[in-house]
């Protein structure tokens, strides 16, 4: 097989999305556009990967390293065209020899199998590009073929003719050439079109007049579908999390209510896992065998154990790690923090910087105080210890084994395995008092009603 070398045109700012971000950096699914079409094209075990970015775009370059460390990143000063962007790659993939594919940014949904299909055509006959059929062509190029059904040329819609238009088939605008092909064609290239701009779509008409002949891979439209505006971007959610649902189904989860169920790329679903309406899954979570995710809980870079059970209403947040058989019930907030196997925290709680033992049992109410307006600290619980309702743990602190914490307690330092640590205000009974109160203020009502 030849090998492939990747170019990712993302220089454009993305002007519709009225955005302060660069376009590539809008996320569905928890990853970012660029995000997506570098996981695609990660399948392909590419030799070399070049991101080609707009000026003063050091975000999309962090985000391309940080989702491909091997990812490359070159600077189009201008925006003379995607032939120009193209050219930008050059210096980058000087001494490569195989298949150069070129990707879109804000293409997001192009899988890894379509590019593989492509990159195939073009190691055979030196050039292919990635064509649909469009419901609407409007906008987009048209591919021209001749009889043997070889692309000859791609017209621009502002530079086709009124026939040229009226074809439905459309260059999704990824494209293949075998580098060797690819620069000396680049090097043609003009810039007298509608646009002004040098269109790489032009090196198919330029190599089909030195005899090389175009190879046509097609996919459907939605796999190509681009986001120009965030409508479109809300677009490219909604198929992403159709799709995910049912992966996650095919694969042995229980969605009671699929469609209120959003996931990230990166989620990861165990078999046998059962999901209730309304659970939100942000990027970074995987949920392991058996496990139960109960309606309305949010979770975002958290591990959950086998046959643990989170909400209803649960919060899990970045760092939470729940052990095996595990309950995490409603109102309960969990923050990097460890909670062992068959331990609990069932309602309304906030564990946060926190290791709790197997088998612990906090109490409704309970609140690692885990910060001094400067600093995090750790509360530190054993195993089998009970934490009475409505504890403040005020940290750095630490339960050892088999402790036991009287309800409304503010534990202020360490106590030592098995002790009861108690720290509340000395209760008060006074007999009667009650009644003698109601009778006072009654007669004062009664006194002032007469005057
Ligand atoms: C392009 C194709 C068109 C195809 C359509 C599919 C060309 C000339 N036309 O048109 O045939 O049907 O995509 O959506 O290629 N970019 C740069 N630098 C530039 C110009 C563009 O990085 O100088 C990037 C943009 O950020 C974008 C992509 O290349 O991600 C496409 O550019 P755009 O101007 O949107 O091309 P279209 O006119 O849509
Ligand atoms: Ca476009």
Redesign the pocket.
């Known amino acids: 097989m030849t090998e492939i070398a990747i170019i990712v045109?993302?220089?454009?700012k993305g002007t519709r999305m009225k955005s302060a971000l660069p376009k590539v950096m809008h996320r569905a699914a928890g990853r970012s556009l660029l995000g997506h079409v570098l996981h695609a094209a990660k399948g392909l075990a590419p030799r070399e990967t070049v991101v080609?970015v707009g000026p003063d775009m050091a975000a999309v370059a962090a985000e391309a390293q940080g989702v491909f460390p091997a990812a490359r990143t070159v600077v189009?000063e201008e925006?003379?065209?995607?032939g120009?962007?193209v050219l930008m790659a050059k210096p980058a993939l000087a001494g490569f020899t195989g298949t150069v594919l070129v990707l879109?940014?804000?293409?997001p949904l192009i899988g890894t199998e379509s590019l593989r299909r492509l990159a195939d055509l073009a190691g055979r006959s030196g050039l292919a590009v990635l064509g649909f059929e469009a419901a609407d062509p409007k906008?987009?190029?048209r591919l021209l073929r001749n009889a043997e059904g070889h692309v000859i040329a791609?017209r621009?819609e502002l530079d086709a003719s009124p026939e040229e238009r009226a074809i439905k088939l459309?260059?999704?605008?990824i494209i293949a050439v075998s580098a060797e092909r690819l620069w000396p064609l680049l090097a043609r290239l003009g810039n007298a079109n509608a646009k002004g701009?040098y269109?790489?779509?032009d090196v198919v008409e330029l190599g089909a007049s030195d005899g090389l002949s175009c190879a046509l891979a097609v996919c459907s439209e939605a796999e190509v579908a681009?986001v120009n505006d965030r409508v479109q971007l809300a677009a490219i959610e909604a198929t992403l999390q159709l799709a995910y649902r049912r992966r996650h189904m095919l694969n042995g989860a229980t969605l009671t209510a699929p469609e209120t169920v959003f996931f990230s790329a990166d989620t990861e679903i165990g078999q046998d896992v059962v999901i209730g309406p309304h659970v939100v899954f942000g990027p970074g979570v995987a949920v392991a065998d058996g496990a139960e995710v109960l309606g309305f809980s949010h979770l975002e870079g958290a591990r959950v154990g086998p046959s643990a059970r989170i909400g209803p209403y649960a919060r899990l947040r970045p760092g939470a790690v729940i052990g095996e058989g595990a309950h995490i019930g409603n109102f309960v907030e969990v923050k990097k923090a460890e909670i062992g196997p068959g331990a609990k925290a069932n309602h309304l709680s906030y564990i946060g910087d926190a290791r709790v033992g197997r088998g612990s049992n906090i109490g409704a109410g309970t609140i690692t105080c885990n910060y001094d307006g400067y600093e995090k600290h750790l509360t530190d619980i054993g195993e089998n210890v009970f934490v009475g309702s409505n504890t403040a743990l005020v940290a750095p602190v630490k339960l050892g084994d088999g402790v036991n914490v009287a309800a409304g307690s503010v534990i202020t330092r360490n106590v030592p395995a098995n002790a009861l640590a108690i720290g509340r205000a000395e209760l008060e009974v006074r007999d009667g008092w009650a009644a003698r109160y109601r009778e006072m203020k009654a007669a004062r009502k009664a006194a002032k009603k007469k005057v």
């Open positions: 045109l993302a220089a454009g080609v189009q925006r003379l065209g995607t120009h962007a879109y940014g804000d293409v906008g987009y190029g791609i621009e459309c260059n999704s605008g701009e269109y790489l779509t681009g």
